[in-house]
């Protein structure tokens, strides 16, 4: 893709973060579309990306969601030279490496670092690919440039700034404490050659009047030579298409009141290796409906309905939902006739059987038997973005698995003569597996869906909003985030960057990198 533009900023910038989940994505997305109002055509650029919460472009290739959603803010289409590395945990010790949106390998923790002088380059032609194409791009870095002991493998952050070039700003989470210390620090433990591409900081999540910091400010550009060049307030609510971990657990904001007497509840069990949690927050942008993250089986007491959500590691999952009761009380919540959604690995873990020798190696192992359905794991991923219907409503989404469902011929044939198709997955009473991830974020089939819901599980006074519509509240939120970059942070220093490049002249602030 190549976007036409009139724009005479032309060049390239790096946002890092003293830690993660310091406001990176948040900051690129809203540099993005407030790039984009200007008439700038900008793309996003993360080289390496660890998530569980990924998606498909249009050709099947498989990228980090926040660069999806930071192509979203940019209006342009999302494709994989926006995130050529995509590490996906199965493990606490091993990841699939996804390159080029596309599997390349199963990578250790201390093996991976073999891989990174052949992804370098990748990386690099990725990145330049971009710039030839568009005007602006705007680059992610991943955890903090300061991570000393993984510098020699860096391709991501001061690995990748220093080739190519880049001027980079290092966000700070002021919502954590030690804000001055954790920007002084960070710059404090890099090498010469690396600190001479810091070239400014951003101060995040501030709650208050601004002036109060204002000596603070003074006093961080004299020790170190680089300018704060925005202070940008706590923005409550955004919840969008978050990748880290440290995310998941955050309050998505009040509940939108209820447009009748009832509510709606919603379980989704907290898996170890959950994935596209991004499937429900559809749920949550709706009026009446409370989403909320489970951990035991005695949380869901109470619940209309529970969503099983996707997963990288469906077996050892299965095992963990075993372990803290959630299998038991899920099935008891079905039997009782209430309403369950799996979505992909929790589509798998429904069935009868799940049989995997490419994820855990464990061989077949048994379902929750919800479904009279089996699971196949085979060696080739399965990408795709499928359209079809369901529930009498136009549905697309995307799929990104190596487990195949199809009916068991072992189960009762009375279970699977009761089953019906449902956008490639299988339904059967109240219980119904896809899949399709996104498919929620179809309006027309969320609301057919949730008074579904609400008839299974007697909520009579549960009114269905008739004009939510997710895709503008998402566009929304990405407006909100071009708004904040537009009034508190200093737009014309960050263009100055962009279009100049590495500032000379900037201090070394020692001690340096050991």
Known sequence: MTV???SSL????????????????????????????????????????????SFVTRDGAEIGRAQAMQARAARVEPEAAMNPVLLKPGTDRTSQVVLMG??????????????????????????????????????????????????????????????AGLPVLVVGDIDRGGVFAALHGTL???????????????????????ALLDSGLGMIRKI??????????????????????????????????????????????????LSNITDIDA??????????????????????????????????????????GLADAIVAHASAGLPVLGICGGHQMLGRLV???????????????????????????????PAGEALGQPVHGYEIHHGVVTLDPEAPESDRNGAEEFLDGWRSGPVRGTTWHGALENDGFRRAYLTEVAGLSGRDGFVVAPD????????ARLDSLADMVADHLDVKAVEHLINEGVPAGLPFVPPGRP
């Open 4 to 6: 036409e533009s009139n």
């Open 468 to 475: 939510t519509s997710f895709e503008a509240l998402r566009e």
């Open 224 to 273: 170190t030579g680089r300018p704060v060049l925005g202070v940008l307030p706590y923005l409550t609510g955004l919840w969008l298409d978050v990748e880290d971990s440290l995310d998941l657990e955050k309050d998505r904001g009040p509940m939108r009141p209820p447009l009748g007497s009832d509510v709606i509840r919603v379980s989704v069990p907290r898996l170890p290796r």
């Open 10 to 53: 032309r060049g390239a910038l790096m946002v890092a973060g003293t830690t993660s989940d310091a406001g990176k994505s948040v900051m690129v997305a809203g540099l993005c579309r407030w790039l984009s109002r200007q008439g700038v055509s900008v793309a996003p650029f993360k080289a390496q990306n660890m998530s569980l919460n």
């Open 102 to 163: 596309r599997p390349f390998a199963e990578a250790g923790a201390m093996d991976y670092g073999d891989l990174t002088p052949r992804l370098l380059p990748v990386v690099l032609e990725a990145l330049a690919d971009l710039r030839s194409r568009f005007d602006v791009v705007i680059c992610e870095g991943a955890g903090s440039p300061a991570e000393i002991n993984l510098r020699h493998r860096d391709i991501t952050n001061l690995g990748l700034a220093r080739p």
């Open 283 to 324: 749920l949550a942008a709706e009026p009446g409906v409370v989403v909320r993250l489970v951990h035991h089986g005695a949380e869901i007491a109470g619940s209309d309905l529970v969503v099983l959500p996707g997963t990288r590691a469906t077996v050892n999952d299965l095992a963990w939902l075993r372990s803290t």
């Open 355 to 385: 049989s995997d020798e490419v994820e855990s190696r464990q061989g077949t192992v048994a379902g929750l038997g919800l479904l009279p359905t089996r699971t196949e794991f085979g060696a080739q991923k399965v990408l795709a973005r």
């Open 188 to 210: 404090a433990l890099l090498d010469a050659d690396d600190q001479k591409h810091i070239s400014g900081f951003v101060i995040n999540k501030f709650r208050g009047d601004p």
